[in-house]
């Protein structure tokens, strides 16, 4: 090989590394964009039974309860929790002179998960109808009716 034709092969690769790094640099990011699918579309609303299902839960886990008629439930929606998709419905009562919200995530007719509200729960901005706890029933089905005061 002839000294021209040794410098234009060291040419060709010096110029030919830079550009196959480059190649497989954007190879790599491309497939680190790869989407992953959600594991299940949620269904349009959740099963109206849900608040048997809370309330049955809530007497069940909480060994002495404030009064029936402090407690509120916000509309489910649908979230990603720890353990998966699920629906996250929050619970808010009052406690003495304390406003406290629980988190119940669901995943079909079982609770999955409870606690107290953290500040991803977002439950201080939802919407809230009254929840009657004996018997699972939200909205103005769950207040009773007092009669008048006169």
């Not at 030919?16 to 497989?24: E, H, Q, R």
């Not at 594991?39 to 309330?55: H, K, N, R, S």
């Not at 808010?92 to 629980?102: C, E």
């Not at 995943?107 to 009657?132: H, I, K, L, M």
């Amino acid at each position: 090989m002839t000294p021209r034709k040794q410098h234009e092969a060291l040419r060709f690769c010096a110029m030919a590394k830079p550009t196959a790094l480059l190649l497989i640099s954007a190879t790599i990011a491309a497939c680190s964009n790869i989407a992953v699918p959600q594991q299940e579309t949620p269904a349009t609303t959740m099963d109206p039974a849900y608040g048997a299902l809370i309330a049955s839960y809530i007497k069940r886990t909480f060994k002495t309860l404030p009064p029936v008629n402090t407690f509120e439930i916000s509309s489910p929606r649908w979230v990603h929790a720890t353990t998966g998709w699920s629906w996250l419905a929050c619970v808010r009562f009052r406690d003495g002179n304390a406003l406290r919200s629980y988190s119940v995530f669901l995943q079909g007719t079982a609770v999955t998960d409870a606690r107290y509200a953290v500040e991803t729960d977002d439950c201080p901005s939802q919407a809230y109808s009254p929840f009657n706890l004996d018997t699972g029933a939200i909205g103005s089905t769950a207040v009773e009716k007092q009669s008048p005061l006169y």
